[in-house]
């Protein structure tokens, strides 16, 4: 069974720039988890979407970040304009409904300069 | 309320010793408990978990002790090994799925 995929992996950009990250979850699994990780620090819920609802975006920050899961599979993750803060790794997860187990993608790791 | 608190931060453990993380938790409508490892570069992955109805769960070398009244939880690893050193996290979540990360434990195992 194929794990969750992101790209890109890595991503530089300076500050005030856009970038986009995109994810592809488990096949047939329902929801779908965005999360920053700081360094040092354990992941923090971005947003969560069950099919292409959300369901919980309220640590978003929804002045410069936004998501959405087209078809309810795959999903793009956007910042504009970018901060210095932004930098971290954001991971996707999926699990085929809300309480299973989530399986997490190897993550994209964001550099703000 | 949310929050999910961890310790220690960082722990060397001799290879063949016992590793002991442990996490505290306030918010008592949380019901499934997980340990995630993650390695360098990698996502998290799913090592073990528990549900509040049981008090200990084993599987091979990793056992969580759960304890509802203290509100604590913990993660031992037995015979450590030196693959075993990774970040570890527990974490805790409730209806919606959501998961509430602890801050990380590194773990080195010496040889």
């Known amino acids: 069974e194929a794990g969750v995929a992101q790209s890109p992996r890595y991503k530089i950009i300076e500050k005030r720039q856009s970038v986009a990250f995109w994810c592809n979850p488990i096949?047939?699994?329902?929801?779908l988890y965005w999360y920053q990780q700081i360094l040092g620090q354990g992941p923090k819920l971005l947003i969560q979407?069950?099919?292409?609802?959300?369901?919980?975006d309220s640590q978003l920050p929804k002045d410069r970040f936004s998501a959405e899961r087209l078809k309810g599979v795959d999903s793009t993750l956007k910042i504009q304009p970018a901060k210095l803060e932004d930098s971290a790794v954001y991971l996707c997860?999926?699990?085929?409904?809300?309480?299973?187990?989530?399986?997490f993608g190897p993550g994209t790791r964001l550099t703000v300069l | 309320q949310q929050q999910v608190k961890q310790s220690p931060q960082s722990l060397i453990v001799q290879k063949g010793g016992i590793s002991i993380i442990n996490c505290a938790y306030e918010?008592?409508?949380?019901?499934?408990f997980p340990w995630y490892q993650q390695f360098p570069g990698k996502g998290p992955a799913l090592l073990i978990a528990?549900?509040?109805?049981?008090s200990e769960k084993k599987e091979g070398r990793f056992t969580i002790s759960f304890n509802k009244s203290a509100k604590q939880f913990s993660l031992h690893i037995m015979d450590s090994q030196p693959g075993d050193s990774a970040t570890y996290f527990c974490?805790?979540?409730?209806?919606?799925?959501?998961?509430?990360f602890g801050q990380g434990t590194t773990l080195q195992v010496k040889p």
């Open positions: 997860a999926s699990s085929p409904q809300r309480k299973d187990t989530q399986y």
């Open positions: 096949s047939g699994h329902a929801t």
């Open positions: 979407f069950q099919n292409n609802g959300v369901v919980d």
């Open positions: 918010n008592t409508a949380f019901d499934y």
């Open positions: 528990i549900r509040p109805d049981v």
């Open positions: 974490a805790a979540s409730w209806d919606t799925g959501k998961l509430i």
